[in-house]
């Protein structure tokens, strides 16, 4: 819930950072330009422009980089599948090629499996 909630902010975010990086004029003349903006006139005024448009941008580029930071954070920590392996498979299937008293994971060994915890969603 909280994860979908902070990921729409996040498409926002990023939807208005793009807005607000065409606005700003350069020397192409920027987006205002396409939209019949002369060199001097832009949308929003003078000097007032590009210290509100650059503030604007600063301000929505940290909080993308911190809701990108966040969304990475919580994605770690949803559960996801184990992996499974194909040699693992086959010897649980077939159970007369263990030797009696070993398992799986003593015969494999799960030095790679353990930091990955089991899927808790199955």
Same mark, same amino acid.
Request: contains cysteine; glycine residues 10%; aromatic residues 6%.
């Given at each position: 819930m909280i994860y979908n909630l902070i990921q729409g902010v996040h498409?926002?975010?990023?939807?208005v950072l793009i807005i607000v990086v065409l606005m700003q004029s &350069?020397?192409?003349?920027g987006l205002a330009g396409a939209f019949g903006g002369g060199g001097d006139q832009t949308v929003f005024g003078g000097h007032e422009?590009?210290?509100?448009? &650059?503030?604007a941008t600063t301000y929505l580029a940290v909080a993308f980089m911190f809701l990108s930071l966040l969304l990475a954070f919580l994605a770690s920590k949803r559960g996801v599948a184990r992996p499974e392996s194909a040699?693992?498979?086959a010897i649980q299937n077939e159970g007369n090629v263990i030797p009696r008293g070993e398992s799986v994971d003593e015969i494999l060994g799960s030095a790679v499996f353990d930091s990955i915890p089991p899927d808790s969603t199955q």
């Open positions: 498409v926002l975010v990023c939807i &350069s020397k192409g003349g422009t590009a210290t509100f448009l &650059s503030k040699i693992r498979q």
